[in-house]
Every structure is written in structure tokens, then in C-alpha cells.
């Protein structure tokens, strides 16, 4: 099973910046979406922006020109970089990632299809 680390998360002021982080644990043979989507305070979950194996990137038009996504490949870890953050920002964020394990065998060939979430980081965006 393949587990998400999130962290990253935490309470800040209008304007100011911060950083989350995921990383997979777990042999993975190939990672083919890894990124992050977020809830809102009585609001369904939706896509912030995610990443496929060919490092194009899908970004919410709500966040453009203020987040970025990073993907540091080698090590299955992606980094959101959150500029002038506004209360409407608030919610929980949760990483997700999809891709095959390693064989049973090693990971010279795939093994099974995954889709795993994280836990899920609070992030607050208050005076």
C-alpha cells in the first residue's frame, strides 16, 4: 500500500506564503498523476493542480499566477508553492497520486495500479 506524507500545513494571515509537501513511500515502478486537490469549509473537494508522467500540469484557474506545483521525480515528492494566500484558500489539502507498484518480483516491470490520498494537511487563512 502506498502511503502519502503530507505536511505543511497551518494557520496564516492574508497576503503571507507557504509551502506543503507529499511524499509516497512504497515501490513504485512509475508514478503516472501525483498532486494535490483541497476542501473547503462546506464545499466539495476540488482539483488545485496535478502533475502527469509527462511533467504537464493541470492548475485550478482559481489559483493560477499564485501556486505552483514541483515534482521531484526520483524521490515521488511534490511541492506546492502558495503565494498571497486569501481566506477563501482555507480548507484541507490532500495529496494524491496514481501510478504501478513494482512487481512482486522487483521493479524491473510494473506491478498492480494504485490510486492513493493522504490524510489530508489544514491549512488556514486568517488575520
Known amino acids: 500500500q502506498v502511503h502519502l506524507v503530507e505536511s505543511g500545513g497551518g494557520l496564516v494571515q492574508p497576503g503571507e506564503s507557504r509551502r506543503l509537501s507529499c511524499a509516497a513511500s512504497?515501490?513504485?515502478?512509475?508514478?503516472?498523476?501525483m498532486g494535490w486537490y483541497r476542501q473547503g469549509p462546506g464545499k466539495e473537494r476540488e482539483l488545485v493542480a496535478e502533475?502527469?508522467?509527462?511533467?504537464?500540469?493541470n492548475i485550478a484557474d482559481s489559483v493560477k499566477g499564485r501556486f505552483t506545483m514541483s515534482r521531484l521525480n526520483a524521490e515521488n515528492t511534490v511541492y506546492l508553492t502558495m503565494n498571497n494566500l486569501k481566506p477563501e484558500d482555507t480548507g484541507v489539502y490532500y495529496c494524491?497520486?496514481?501510478?504501478?507498484?513494482?512487481?512482486?518480483?522487483?521493479?524491473?516491470?510494473?506491478?498492480?495500479?494504485?490510486?492513493?490520498w493522504g490524510q489530508g494537511t489544514l491549512l488556514t487563512v486568517s488575520e
Open positions: 502533475t502527469n508522467s509527462g511533467s504537464a500540469t
Open positions: 512504497r515501490n513504485i515502478f512509475t508514478m503516472n498523476a
Open positions: 494524491r497520486a496514481v501510478g504501478n507498484y513494482c512487481s512482486a518480483d522487483g521493479c524491473h516491470r510494473p506491478g498492480p495500479h494504485f490510486e492513493a
